[in-house]
């Protein structure tokens, strides 16, 4: 897990107004669900909820104006930072602090500081390499069969064992649609759709699609392969990685292992579960 | 994959994302250029291993061909970011860096018998 942070978007969850920083400085400071605790009469640590703040420099030009309305309304913000490796997703509607540096010596760039800050109560914020670990772990908590991190349109056929999902449309009267999808309105980067496939009836069914807010399509893509990227177009707020198992024919199974949808890598073995 | 034979013949760079489907060719570099030198850092474990923690892309080519530059300066001051790969003698491909943002500067030689020409230097981070 490498550090580094690309872009920032911080964004209304209430009317999908989105600030992107795309300059963001090394300069900053993350800590993400730090442990609050109190101590028992031997010393001991209770868990007594979490505490997370970030402090991001940012040496854009543009998105100021408009941190400097939220942070004078009050106005409740999330936010999602684009990792290089992992990426942080802040799903605690939180308000924010902006000010300015300046310097008056030649040779540096002005920049502005962004504050979100949080405590008590356990925090709706993850960092991960995979966008979809933010919707569940790989595993089958509820033993239905289905990954718990995936949405399934269909009943029966499924499995769930080893890490691996399996799906057998034998008697499906319509197609099963799975999907993940998470919103992160932060464009311009290469986004990548991975599924490591063991079994499969047809690559072709696999697409990425980019949502705005209104959940209008905004593109979607399939490159008749278990693996592509994609350059995030302008005005995204979600992503949604999806594999339609046709229902055309009987006895198809497929077998699928974790799925990615994150930054283009050049391997997915380190990736968290 | 990397040519076993050192020399580069050419220095290409397009619109980051475009798979090089308009690759701009800024000739051969000058023999004197530091060219592409990556940097590696560590984190040491506690058995004193030295951890991967990404890749520095460093690159920086004199080139040649002046009637490059404006563009570059153009893509430079606009924070444009780009992709870079260079042709081997054997004009085999190799990448050397995805979405990087780039610096030129134009030197101006005093003394006669060189060739002026630009710097282009990159920088960027891939895990």
């Known amino acids: ?273 | 994959m990397s040519y076993k034979h050192g020399g580069i013949k050419d220095v290409q760079y397009d619109t980051a994302g475009n798979n090089f489907a308009a690759a701009v060719s800024l000739g051969k570099p000058l023999s004197e250029s530091e060219g592409y030198t990556p940097e590696i850092p560590e984190v040491e474990n506690g058995a004193g291993q030295m951890l991967y923690a990404g890749k520095k892309n460093n690159g920086v080519y004199l080139i040649p061909d002046l009637t490059k530059f404006a563009a570059l300066e153009t893509i430079m001051k606009a924070d444009t970011e780009v992709d870079v790969r260079v042709r081997y003698l054997d004009d085999s491909y190799e990448t050397v860096a995805l979405a990087t943002l780039i610096k030129v500067r134009h030197v101006i030689n005093t003394a006669v018998g060189s060739r002026n020409a630009f710097e282009f230097k990159f920088n960027n981070f891939e895990v």
């Open chain 1, 1 to 273: 897990m490498k550090t580094g942070i690309k872009k920032i978007a911080i964004y209304d969850p209430a009317t999908g107004v989105t600030v992107q920083l795309n300059k963001v400085a090394p300069d900053g400071e993350f800590n993400i669900k730090a442990p609050l605790a109190v101590k028992d009469v031997n010393g001991g640590l209770y868990y007594d909820g979490d505490e997370s703040f970030l402090e991001m420099l940012a040496y854009d030009d543009t998105g100021y104006d408009q941190l400097i309305d939220w942070m004078q309304a009050r106005t409740p913000l999330r936010m999602r930072a684009l990792g290089l490796d992992q990426s942080i997703f802040w799903d605690e509607s939180t308000p924010i602090t902006v000010k300015r540096t300046s310097s008056p010596a030649a040779g540096s760039l002005n920049a502005f500081i962004v504050n979100f800050a949080r405590e008590r109560g356990t925090h709706n914020i993850y960092q991960s390499s995979n966008f979809l670990k933010t919707l569940g772990r790989w595993k089958d908590g509820d033993s239905n069969g289905k990954a718990d991190m995936l949405t399934f349109n269909s009943q029966g056929g499924f499995s769930f064992s080893n890490g691996v999902q399996q799906v057998d449309d034998t008697g499906f009267s319509s197609d099963c649609i799975i999907t993940g999808e998470v919103i992160f309105p932060v464009s311009a980067w290469r986004c990548q759709f991975f599924i490591p496939v063991i079994v499969a009836e047809n690559p072709n069914n696999f697409t990425g699609t980019f949502l705005n807010f209104a959940g209008g399509t905004i593109s979607t893509h399939s490159a008749g392969s278990t693996s592509f990227a994609v350059t995030v177009p302008a005005s995204v707020y979600k992503i949604r990685w999806r594999i339609t198992i046709d229902s055309s024919g009987f006895g198809n199974l497929t077998q699928f292992g974790l799925p990615y949808l994150g930054p283009a890598r050049s391997s997915y073995s380190s990736i968290d579960f």
